[in-house]
Every structure is written in structure tokens, then in C-alpha cells.
């Protein structure tokens, strides 16, 4: 056989291909283009870094947050693989109009709000609609407000969003105002906390992003880059720093003792310690020394003063008595 009867035959064949015919679902309608896709991918990989930061401020540990799958279905198929133990955060994103989904696997969600009850991080008994106390109802609606709030700083490159205050509901069929042929586009973050891993899933519901699917393109998105950082985000991070507890304690001096001498102890012993009473006592932040601080009572409790850095330099008891003291402890000691 000739060259140009393989090349014919071959030619004919990738017609043949190209001309058979594609399963279309008229129910599943294609709303994102693969173009959209790549935009919304790239808009929720900053998401994970802003939740990161925000998860592991919140609760005082690393949490990574990672892109997973992103998958486009209708919402009534969404809601029948949801598992009997769920949290779901709804949300309006102004001036978007229609409810963003939050949907927070169990073990997450319940290791969030033990380690935010100050417990370590472990699993809790599981929520339902009869058993969940108003404390955790709070807590997971706290957790679902700050997500979506860094869901629209991700989202600022493309339009600003004004989340309102999410509603947590523990089950699908409690959810209202969305129609099960909804067309959503399910972008998945699987989340590390401690040695486990879970994951939340944010629905983007087809009708809602409609305005705005003209400008999810990769020459808009990357037209207009995100110049710095505006004065709200700035705001909004500073408000959670000051928000996170630091440990704060006050070491009054230190000794070492055989376990002889430990075990020689008896009420009434007097314990000298390597605190030179001429020098002020050192405040720890986080077990750091960052303080100098004189002691001293307020009213009925003991209190500290600040005096100064570490870095700075104090003088010694006999500076003093040329000025007419005697040692810093006393002079501080008032009611």
C-alpha cells in the first residue's frame, strides 16, 4: 500500500472520529467553561492561604489548607452524597445575588471547636439538631463568618463581596431558597489539622456567579493583579492578631537543689533564690524574655509594674544609693 492511500485512509478515519456524535445531558447542563475553571482554580488557591493563616490564628495551631478537585454537578445530587454528619454555612456574598455554600466534614468541624474551647484538638461527640449547644452553634458560626470573609478577600481580584452573616444547618434537607436542579461547581480544600485530615467544600451555585463569568478569564485575572494589600484586609488581621491569647508569667527567681536537700524540705525552710533583689524581676511572653518589671500589690492581688526591655540595662544597688535608695523592691510596693 502506497503512502498516500495510508495518509488517505488515515485522514478518513479522523473524520469519521471527530464527526461521531457527544453525550449531551440536558439536565447537567455545562455553565463553567474550562476557562472558568482555571480562574476559579486559581482564585481559591490564594483562598487556601488566606484560611490557612486565618484557621491557624483562630485556633492557636498549624492548619494547612490545600486545592482539591473541583467538580461540576446539580446541587440535588450534591446534597444526596452528603454524609449523615455535616456542617453546612450559607452565606449571601453581596452584591452577588443568591447563598454560597460552606459544607465542613464532621471531624473537622469538631476538632475546630474543641481546640477553640481550649481543649487539644480531639473529636467531640457528634452534632445534631437536638444534642448541639448554643456554645458550639456559635462557635461554627463564628468558624463559617471568617471563612467566607477570606473567601471574598480571594474573590477581591474579580469583584468585592460584602459577606453577610452565615446560617449553620446540620443536614441537607435543611437547607432552603436552592433548587435541587441547581447547577453548582463544588471546589474542594482538604485541610490538615494536628495528625488528621479533612476536608470543606465550597459550593458555588451556577445562577449566583452569572454576573460575573465574563470576567473569569485568565486576561482579566491577571490584568488587574491584587496591587499590595487593601486597608481592610490589613485591618481585618490585625484584629485577629489581637485577638490571639499569649501566655504571660513572671519569674520571681530560680534555685537548684540535690534531691537530698528537695527531699530534706520541711514547712518553714527558706529557699534562696539567684535573684539579686537590686534588679527587677524578667516577664516572660511564650516562655521568651521580653520585660523588666518591678513587683508589687494592686488592692488585694499581687501585680507587676513594666519597667523597660530586656534589652536594656538596669543599675546596680550601690548606683541607687548615691541617688538616695536603697534596693527597686521596696519603692514599688504600694497599695
Given amino acids: 500500500m502506497s503512502l498516500s492511500r495510508v495518509r488517505s485512509a488515515t485522514t478518513r478515519t479522523a473524520r469519521r472520529e471527530r464527526g461521531k456524535p457527544v453525550p449531551y445531558d440536558f439536565r447537567r447542563p455545562d455553565k463553567f467553561s474550562k476557562d472558568h475553571i482555571r480562574s476559579i482554580q486559581s482564585i481559591h488557591e490564594a ?103 477570606e473567601l471574598a478577600n480571594a474573590w477581591e481580584q474579580v469583584v468585592r463581596l460584602h459577606p453577610q452573616p452565615c446560617e449553620v444547618v446540620l443536614s441537607g434537607q435543611q437547607i432552603q431558597g436552592l433548587m435541587p436542579s441547581e447547577i453548582v461547581l463544588l471546589v474542594q480544600h482538604n485541610v490538615r489539622l494536628f495528625d488528621s485530615e479533612g476536608q470543606f467544600t465550597v459550593v458555588l451555585p451556577a445562577s449566583t456567579l452569572e454576573p460575573i463569568l465574563p470576567r473569569l478569564n485568565a486576561r482579566v485575572l491577571f490584568a488587574n493583579p491584587r496591587r499590595g494589600t487593601s486597608p481592610e484586609v490589613l485591618a481585618h488581621l490585625s484584629a485577629q492578631l489581637e485577638e490571639v491569647p499569649l501566655q504571660l508569667r513572671v519569674e520571681l527567681g530560680r534555685v537548684r537543689l540535690t534531691v537530698q536537700d528537695l527531699l530534706a524540705l520541711e514547712v518553714g525552710d527558706v529557699l534562696v533564690l539567684d535573684q539579686d533583689v537590686s534588679f527587677p524581676l524578667t516577664v516572660y511572653v511564650e516562655n521568651e524574655p521580653r520585660f523588666y518589671a518591678f513587683p508589687g500589690r494592686r488592692g488585694r492581688s499581687l501585680a507587676v509594674r513594666i519597667g523597660g526591655t530586656v534589652t536594656e540595662e538596669w543599675p546596680r544597688t550601690d548606683e541607687l544609693d548615691q541617688e538616695g535608695g536603697t534596693t527597686l523592691w521596696p519603692t514599688v510596693q504600694t497599695p
Fill in 47 to 149: 483562598f487556601d492561604r488566606f484560611a490557612s493563616n486565618y484557621l491557624s490564628a483562630h485556633v492557636r495551631t498549624a492548619v494547612h489548607s490545600e486545592l482539591g478537585p473541583i467538580e461540576q454537578t446539580t446541587l440535588g445530587d450534591y446534597l444526596d452524597r452528603l454524609p449523615p454528619q455535616v456542617v453546612l454555612c450559607l452565606a449571601e456574598l453581596e452584591p452577588l445575588v443568591g447563598r454560597v455554600l460552606l459544607e465542613l466534614d464532621f471531624t473537622t468541624a469538631s476538632r475546630l471547636v474543641d481546640r477553640m474551647l481550649g481543649g487539644a484538638g480531639e473529636e467531640r461527640p457528634p452534632f445534631t439538631a437536638t444534642t448541639i449547644t448554643e456554645i458550639e452553634l456559635l462557635l461554627l458560626r463564628e468558624l463559617g463568618n471568617g471563612l467566607f470573609h
